[in-house]
């Protein structure tokens, strides 16, 4: 059973506009959210997280949402760039000492110029 | 710099021949662990470590050893590699504080003929 779920595979939106990318998971007693970008040929980097007392994070040009009710997070970024093309990770973490990740398949975003 | 380095980058086998693969991390990090990614299903955690001596199996253990006799080094062990376990692998570490961000490494892409 899959616990953290990011049902878009792939997104492509316009560089300058909002990227919206979503992550949904079943596991209540997930606690902790982070998302991790990877470039190929790389290993995933640390983007963002947030913290389940907290329903707004921001970076930047980077903010996390989350709906605890929902049990849904989203990445927003905007401006969108080029650069910002990568597959994002969601992940999140149960508050049983040190319970390790639990990641989504991933969602594609390509942002065109 | 602080950094996860994995060896070798690419590697191509046959079936039964065992392997290692490398991993060390320059960070002082108690938490280390393994992933496999494949297409559509994201990353999946293979075994961790919370620490010197200390291993659990993670979602996909079947195969797969691993050692922590080192604090820095967390090699990936395939006793008898078979086709199904050709995948991309990575390694990463992190503080045991679960909210601490993990560092990955680049990767290992691993093809068992």
């Known amino acids: 059973d899959q616990q953290v779920k990011q049902n878009s595979p792939s997104l492509s939106v316009q560089e300058g506009r909002i990227s919206i990318l979503n992550c949904d998971y079943t596991?209540?007693?997930?606690?902790?959210f982070l998302w991790y970008k990877k470039y190929p040929a790389e290993g995933p980097t640390f983007l963002i997280s947030?913290?389940?007392?907290?329903d707004k994070n921001e970076d930047g040009r980077f903010t996390v949402f989350l709906n605890k009710s929902a049990k849904h997070l989203s990445l927003h970024i905007v401006p969108s760039q080029p650069g910002d093309s990568a597959v994002y990770f969601c992940?999140?973490?149960?508050?049983?000492?040190?319970?390790?990740?639990?990641f989504g398949k991933g969602t594609r975003l390509s942002v065109i110029a | 710099e602080a950094q996860v380095t994995q060896n070798p980058r690419y590697l191509i086998t046959v079936t039964g021949k065992k392997l290692t693969v490398t991993c060390s991390q320059n960070?002082?990090?108690?938490?280390m662990s393994w992933y496999r990614q494949d297409p559509g299903l994201g990353l999946r955690q293979i075994y961790y470590s919370m620490n010197v001596e200390v291993t659990d199996k993670g979602d996909v253990p079947e195969g797969y050893k691993v050692s922590r006799k080192e604090k820095r080094n967390f090699p990936l062990i395939l006793e008898s590699p078979s086709p199904n376990q050709t995948s991309l692998y990575f390694c990463a570490s992190g503080l045991r504080d679960r909210n601490s961000p993990l560092h990955f490494g680049n990767g290992t892409r691993l093809t068992v003929t």
């Open positions: 992940a999140a973490s149960a508050g049983l000492g040190n319970t390790p990740l639990v």
């Open positions: 960070m002082n990090h108690e938490y």
């Open positions: 596991n209540s007693m997930f606690d902790y």
């Open positions: 947030i913290s389940s007392i907290k």
